[in-house]
């Protein structure tokens, strides 16, 4: 008898429609991000100033497609040279999470990704003194110059939800030049978003704070 009804049990489990299985691959994710370590390194500084921000969207399989941008500053105040520079910058790539999640609310991520780069710079006339004793002193002006910078990006980092919906992380960055040839004659001292202006290929960090949006995708 009790194994009568015991069979009986399982056959109306059987009859109960299953519920639909949840996947993160249900669910878009826009997030947007603040560097926030840039402008505190550069907060005392005089000479530097960088802002930069990020969004990215979760598209599917562990994927998201990333838009970066900012702006900044620099200048250089040798006795013999001085001139400022100022750009914006923006960058478009992907983000590949590396670790598998724990559920469907796990948003933590271990990621690689890719950049493309471009920053339009401007640079103010430069002021020069040559002081030799044979020939005596000269002092002269270089003229300003417009230039855009290129270069790709290979990254690294993390974000973890610290509560719903805000994020903390950071990402670390090499960057290589495709255009260092144009940086020959009086580079810039700094490209914001980029590094040292005289540099082909430079190592950067950003520390970012976000808030991301989620929605369920239409079936």
């Given at each position: 008898?009790?194994s009568?009804a015991?069979?009986a049990q399982?056959?109306?489990e059987d009859?109960?429609p299953s519920?639909?299985?949840?996947?993160?691959?249900?669910?878009?994710q826009?997030r947007?991000?603040?560097?926030v370590?840039k402008?505190?390194m550069?907060?005392?500084?005089?000479?530097r100033k960088?802002?930069?921000?990020?969004?990215?969207?979760?598209w599917?399989?562990?994927l998201y497609f990333?838009?970066?941008?900012g702006?900044?500053?620099a200048?250089?105040?040798?006795?013999d040279?001085q001139?400022?520079t100022?750009?914006?910058?923006f960058?478009?790539?992907?983000?590949?999470?590396?670790?598998?999640r724990?559920?469907?609310?796990?948003?933590?991520?271990?990621?690689?990704?890719?950049?493309?780069?471009v920053?339009?710079?401007?640079r103010?006339?430069?002021?020069y003194?040559?002081?030799?004793?044979f020939?005596?002193?000269?002092n002269?002006v270089?003229?300003?110059?417009?230039?855009t910078?290129?270069w790709?990006?290979?990254?690294?980092?993390?974000?973890?939800?610290?509560?719903k919906?805000?994020?903390?992380?950071w990402?670390v960055?090499?960057?290589?030049?495709?255009?260092g040839?144009k940086?020959?004659?009086l580079?810039?001292?700094y490209?914001a978003?980029y590094?040292k202006g005289?540099?082909?290929?430079?190592?950067?960090?950003?520390f970012y704070?976000?808030?991301?949006?989620?929605?369920r995708?239409?079936p």
């Amino acid at each position: 008898m009790f194994s009568f009804a015991a069979s009986a049990q399982e056959d109306m489990e059987d009859d109960e429609p299953s519920k639909p299985v949840v996947k993160a691959d249900s669910f878009h994710q826009l997030r947007f991000e603040a560097d926030v370590f840039k402008p505190i390194m550069f907060s005392r500084s005089a000479d530097r100033k960088e802002y930069g921000f990020n969004v990215d969207y979760y598209w599917k399989k562990e994927l998201y497609f990333v838009l970066e941008g900012g702006a900044g500053n620099a200048r250089l105040r040798y006795p013999d040279l001085q001139y400022d520079t100022r750009n914006t910058f923006f960058k478009a790539g992907i983000n590949k999470g590396i670790l598998s999640r724990l559920s469907t609310k796990d948003w933590d991520m271990a990621f690689i990704g890719l950049r493309y780069a471009v920053a339009p710079i401007t640079r103010s006339a430069g002021t020069y003194a040559v002081v030799d004793s044979f020939f005596g002193s000269t002092n002269g002006v270089i003229a300003p110059q417009n230039i855009t910078a290129h270069w790709v990006e290979v990254t690294g980092g993390v974000r973890v939800e610290l509560i719903k919906g805000f994020f903390a992380g950071w990402n670390v960055r090499g960057k290589f030049r495709l255009n260092g040839k144009k940086f020959t004659e009086l580079p810039p001292v700094y490209i914001a978003g980029y590094g040292k202006g005289d540099k082909n290929s430079v190592f950067d960090f950003n520390f970012y704070i976000a808030y991301a949006i989620r929605w369920r995708k239409h079936p």
